[in-house]
């Protein structure tokens, strides 16, 4: 079984930052893409920002420039830094993972969400 679990989501006021976490747990082989995807009310989930083993990057372009990922393989999380945040970025944040289990093929896993809301 393999869990992940996201943190760091808040209320915070336009302009400000806020990091959020995501660490997988469980029977764990090993771990491949890493992403982080959003979904505000009345809107479909979208892809934020995602991450290779190797570290490359790719971002939606509502964050390119103002959002970072990054992933400690050794410790199986993902994190998102988020700077210069808008209330247009008001959503639940989603970590998805695409995970070997051991002695299983490789499957993608979901975090529950945390709620991220910019407003002054």
């Known amino acids: 079984q393999v869990q992940l679990v996201e943190s760091g989501g808040g209320l915070v006021q336009p302009g400000g930052s806020l990091r959020l976490s995501c660490a997988a747990s469980g029977s764990i082989f090993s771990i491949n893409a890493m992403g982080w995807y959003r979904q505000a009310p009345g809107k479909q989930r979208e892809l934020v920002a995602g991450i290779s083993p190797g570290g490359s990057t790719n971002y939606a372009d509502s964050v390119k420039g103002r959002f970072t990922i990054s992933r400690d393989n050794a410790k199986n999380t993902v994190y998102l830094q988020m700077n210069s945040l808008k209330p247009e970025d008001t959503a639940v944040y989603y970590c998805?993972?695409?995970?070997?289990?051991?002695?299983?093929?490789?499957?993608?896993?979901w975090g529950k969400g945390t709620l991220v809301t910019v407003s002054s």
């Open positions: 998805k993972a695409d995970v070997i289990a051991t002695g299983y093929a490789g499957l993608d896993y």
